[in-house]
């Protein structure tokens, strides 16, 4: 058994290089990644459209073989095969026998995966219940929407119950009721043990349910750790909402303070270092204005993640060719 706080996925140094066409260079897509995930946590793995995300799952399923570099699941190197009975995985575009009920194609992954038969119906049902499909169990496929079939993805992720769940945009088609239903339920599978490992790019969702992050932007990992460890903490800033302050006033709080301004049709919006707070209201309410809010601002992973983004994109980040 895995003790809580071991290393179930360890990833050093993965190069990955695709060759574009014949007669064409490599293109190097993953440069160096290097990241742990521990048992029983939600590790949220996080980057723009191309940034390497799916590739790296896919060296990490064993579907594809690194250029250079390592990868270990479970303690097992990951071109081995006797612990992907251990693993649930769902693709980022899975595809389903149209044919066939949501309740056929559970038993047929549960077949493949070795469920034994007297287990098969119970747990079949139970899954169908879990991701909101009851009520279509015995509905064909091909009449499913795609946050439906989403779902049923889902579902066959958890089959044989696996000890680690790796989900490919596991949010992706789902309406804002699906996803507060989809990520209720990878919450339950940390409360069950399991670790879950999750590509995404909908940071709300992996800030409301990851342990753990990596952002990775053109192949290179930019963050990696607990949210709290790598928001900028060295400037404190606070939302001022105020109503009818003169515009002459406004020019001299820009002259005097370092602070960001917007305007909201009657209405201005500052934002203001931690320490100006004080110096900006006294001016404020000292011309008649009225001081509609005060809200500190918090450094958000959207904050990072954009940050992280903008500097990958800067000259001699572009990843390059071999």
Known sequence: MTDRGSKIVRVRGIVKDFRPGFGLRRKRVLHG???????????GFVGPNGAGKTT???????????????ARVLGHDVGESEFRHRIGFLPENPYFYPFLTAREILDFYARLSGVPASD???????????VNLGHAMDTRLRTFSKGMLQRVGIAQALI????VVFLDEPMSGLDPLGRVEIRDLILSLRSEGKTVFMN?????????????????????????????????TDRRETDVLISSLPPET??????RFDLEM?????????????????????????????????????NSLEDVFLDAVRAGDEPGNDGGTN
Do not use: W
């Not at 990241?35 to 029983?40: C, E």
């Not at 098969?120 to 879990?130: H, K, N, S």
């Not at 044989?160 to 000890?163: A, C, L």
């Not at 990851?210 to 790598?230: L, P, S």
């Open 120 to 130: 098969r119906a119970q747990r079949v049902d139970r899954l169908l219940g879990l």
């Open 262 to 298: 917007r305007g909201l049709g009657e209405r201005l919006e500052l934002r203001v270092g931690e320490k100006d707070v004080s110096g900006v209201l006294d001016a404020v309410i000292r011309v008649g204005a009225e001081v509609v809010s005060v809200t500190p601002h918090r």
């Open 56 to 70: 790296t799952l896919k060296v990490l399923m064993g579907l594809i073989r690194p250029t250079e570099g390592r």
């Open 200 to 232: 995404t790019y909908i940071l709300p969702d992996v800030e409301s349910i990851c342990d753990r992050v990596a952002i990775i932007v053109k192949g290179r990992i930019r963050h990696q750790g607990q949210i709290e460890d790598f928001l900028p």
């Open 33 to 43: 990644v290097t990241f742990d995930v521990q048992d029983n946590e939600i590790f």
């Open 160 to 163: 044989h119950d696996p000890k």
């Open 250 to 255: 406004a020019e001299e709080l820009g002259e």
